[in-house]
Structures are given as C-alpha cells and as structure tokens.
C-alpha cells in the first residue's frame, strides 16, 4: 500500500493553524483521502500530559533544553505510537505543529543551537520529515491579538514581542531554504481568502501525490 502523505501546518500563535486544520482535512476527504489530523506537542493520552507540563502557564519556567527534550519525547511518543501506524495504512496526516516549530521556538526563539536540534531529530525520526509544511505567516502583532482574543495564555503565549519576532523569522528562513516543501500562506487575509489560498496549495499536494 502507498504510504500517507504526511502535512504539517506551522505558523506563530493566532495565524489560522488550528482554525483550518479541520477546513483542510474536510478538503482532503472530499478527493478521497482518509485523513487524520493531530497536534503537538500532543496527540497521544502520553504525549497530551507531556503537552501539559510544556504549556501550564501555572509550572515555574523551566530550563531551556529540559523543553526541548520534552518535546522530542512527546514527538517520539506521537510518531510512534499514532502517526507512522498511520500513514503506514496509507492514511494521509495532518499535524498541527511538528517540528519546525521546535527548530523556530527552542532554536530560534529561545537560542539553542540548530546542530543540536538537528540531533534529536535525527535520533527520534530517522529521515523521517513532512512531505509539506504549510507555513502561515503572519506579522507578530496581529498574531498576538488574534490568540489574546482566543482566551487565557499558556506558557509560550506570554512570551514577547521580541521572541515571536525570531521565531517568524525562523519559520521563513526554514521555508526559503526549500520552497517546494514550504507553501506560504499570507494569514493576514480574512479567513474566506487564506481557504482560497489554502486549497490551491492542497491542489497542488494532491495531484503531486499521483504522480
Ligand atoms: N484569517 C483570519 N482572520 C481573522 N481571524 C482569524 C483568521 N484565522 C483565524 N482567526 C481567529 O484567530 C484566532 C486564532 O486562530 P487559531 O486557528 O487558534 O490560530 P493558531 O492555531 O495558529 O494559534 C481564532 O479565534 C480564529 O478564529
Ligand atoms: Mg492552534
């Protein structure tokens, strides 16, 4: 059986990620697809309480790499458990976050080497990488309101102006280097107008598939 197409969808907080989730799994399906979508860090009972102590906003904060770690032990957790099983079955999987977002945050936001990151990735993923990483840009302070109106702010949320800034930067250095693998989409457009964008960049992914 041919192995599922594997998406991440990444982006600042407040850009459309979780929003259009669902909207693009939908898409998905209406060309025949059988679709999972998931989250990180999450998306097992195991990894979901490793989500818990990363984002209380309620824990102390804590060192730099012990996140990091974390987050590669929910990812290892996820991957094995739920999501190479899946795409295994041919099951195309859509992940809110992956780790891209573990390169733009702990790498670029809180400072970690790169080189390091690159390590626990190849330790926990093997080559394994998304086939598509749809990024959704968008400018730090409209990202930031969006997510305030959004409710109560977890641990990484309250983060600065400054941070948000490297990490949108890291996002879009990650996605210059391979534009192919890396569609764009400007989240700034009203919600009608990034789906219009969002289905063409899901045309584009499902026709490549057949090929
Ligand atoms: N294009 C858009 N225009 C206006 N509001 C949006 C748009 N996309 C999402 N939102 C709203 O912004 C908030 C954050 O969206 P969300 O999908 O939770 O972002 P993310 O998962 O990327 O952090 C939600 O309340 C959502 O309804
Ligand atoms: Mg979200």
Known sequence: MKRGVFIS?????????????TWLADYLRSQGKTVLVTREPGGTEVAEAIREVLLSPGLPGMNADTELLLMFAAR?????SKILPA??????????????ATYAYQGYGRGISLARIAELEHWVQGNLRPDYVILFDLDVATGMARAQARGRADRFEQEHVAFFERIRVGYQERAQQSP?????????????????QLQAVAERIVAEAVT
């Open 180 to 196: 192919q693998r890396y569609p764009i989409i400007n989240a700034a457009q009203s919600l009608e107008q990034v789906r219009q």
């Open 76 to 80: 290892n957790e996820h991957l094995q």
């Open 9 to 21: 969808l990444e982006g600042g907080e407040g850009a459309g990620k979780s929003t259009n989730a």
């Open 87 to 100: 795409l295994g079955q041919g099951t195309w999987v859509i992940c809110d976050r992956f780790t891209d």
